[in-house]
């Protein structure tokens, strides 16, 4: 079994910066689609992906370790909005860019369209998954600005990480990510995704891209599938399971051992 925390089908392809990745491809509006697939087939994907997509590489590196701790309200308001499929929903939470060194807050909103936008605001490595009132009057005060109702509390409510790799079309904008090694934590319990496994997004246009395409003709199919949400659904018995029971046993996996805190390893 290949090492779970790297893809060996980017080696040769032609590499991007982030500043370029930042300049041409702005991710913060998108439509996203996500595949859970085996392991092969994101390594065939990859490999058969057009010479216009290039893989990102920071100091060398070709992906990035992610460490996000999520926030919602004591009743798992978001978590229940994403299971229900509400057209208009979000998602809050601090993210550590591990190898850089670089921690924000994230506000994740999808509107009734189908769109996905992001919103940011940079903090110290050492206030990451912690909720102040800075980081507090932060999302609240988007929430009102987006015309959604602000969150009456919020509360750390989940640990997740994982490794990335990024690819990125300088001239369409397109961008495709392979997400290997999740973990997700709540209350010292975990979930993980299978070391065969990987989640690819594809995030452009309303149109399906060329990965997309490639996907299908791979006999990938995309999915309603939230990191956060199976976390939580298949480590709190109050949130209900449906969508992601199915994947127990071999795509994910359940441990209720003591598990590390992510938040005190950053």
């Given amino acids: 079994m290949p090492d779970a925390a790297e893809l060996t089908s980017v080696a040769g392809r032609r590499t991007i910066s982030l500043e370029e990745v930042l300049a041409c491809a702005p991710a913060t509006t998108r439509v996203d689609r996500k595949y859970v697939v085996p392991r092969a087939i994101a390594e065939e994907l990859v490999t058969s992906l057009p010479p216009s997509l290039r893989v990102l590489a920071i100091g060398g590196r070709l992906s990035t370790a992610y460490r996000s701790t999520y926030f919602d309200t004591p009743d798992l308001m978001t978590c229940r909005a994403h299971i229900q499929q509400r057209r208009r929903r979000w998602k809050a939470r601090s993210r550590l860019y591990v190898e850089d060194g670089l921690c924000r807050l994230e506000l994740k909103v999808r509107d009734g369209s189908g769109l996905t936008r992001k919103y940011f605001h940079p903090t110290s ?9 800075t980081s507090a009057a932060f999302f ?9 109702p602000p969150a009456p509390a919020l509360e750390a409510s989940a640990d997740i990480g994982y490794r990335r790799t990024t690819l990125a079309d300088v001239d369409t904008g397109a961008r495709v990510t392979v997400d290997l090694g999740l973990t997700g934590t709540r209350h010292r319990r975990t979930m993980s995704l299978d070391a065969g496994c990987a989640i690819v997004e594809t995030k452009g246009g309303q149109t399906p891209g060329a990965a997309d395409r490639l996907l299908m003709g791979l006999g990938a199919r995309p999915v309603s599938f939230s990191k956060y949400a199976a976390t939580v659904s298949l480590l709190d018995s109050r949130i209900p399971d449906n969508d992601v029971r199915h994947l127990v046993g071999h795509t994910l996996h359940l441990d209720t051992t003591p598990h590390h805190d992510l938040r005190r390893s950053a």
């Fill in 125 to 133: 490595t050492r206030a990451q998954g912690h909720l102040d009132q």
């Fill in 140 to 148: 609240q005060g988007l929430l009102l600005d987006l015309g959604l």
